[in-house]
């Protein structure tokens, strides 16, 4: 096996577990409201770690030189701050009322969702933007299905499927030229 390829499958494996720890997460804000607050902010530090890491390594692959590696960082350090002070205020307003417990969980997956779209749109790659639009899905059809786990771990396994297909396929014409 290729060394991009392991880091392909890598990087497939670490979205598909940031999109399950989303979905307990939206549980366990039904669930346990008041406890919830830690997950989510260590949600959106998982993954914006695992997004800085992605970066790094497609940048490092690119052969960017150290300064413009740097800069990357600096760009998703900013980015991801802001997407934690989002969460922080999200849930100074479930604290002032303004908010219910019941809705908390979807905006959270909103907000995150957005940032991991965003960070995969400028930074990272099209997968994490694929995952940051399959975050923001899953907090509409949460908010219009009761079981909706099912259809979206459904959903979510044929995307997998077909962006392991993809990539397997361009690697293969990649190696033919």
Request: proline share 2%.
């Amino acid at each position: 096996m290729r060394p991009r390829h392991k880091s392909v499958i890598a990087e497939e494996i670490a979205l598909a577990l940031a999109f399950a720890l989303l979905l307990l997460g939206i549980g366990a804000t039904n669930f346990a409201p008041q406890q919830s607050y830690r997950y989510w902010l260590w949600l959106t530090v998982l993954i914006a770690l695992a997004g800085t890491f992605i970066g790094f390594l497609h940048a490092r692959h690119s052969h960017h030189d150290m300064r413009a590696i740097l800069g990357l960082l600096a760009a998703q350090l900013l980015h991801w701050m802001a997407v934690i002070i989002a969460i922080i205020c999200i849930y100074l307003l479930l604290g002032a009322g303004r908010l219910n417990y019941e809705n908390t969980g979807l905006v959270m997956a909103l907000v995150l969702g957005l940032g991991t779209f965003l960070d995969g749109l400028s930074r990272v790659g099209w997968r994490f933007a694929l995952l940051g639009g399959l975050i923001m899905l899953t907090s509409i059809v949460a908010a219009f299905l009761e079981a909706y786990v099912w259809p979206l771990l459904l959903l979510t396994g044929l995307l997998w499927l077909a962006t392991f297909t993809w990539e397997r396929r361009r690697a293969r014409l990649n190696s033919k030229n």
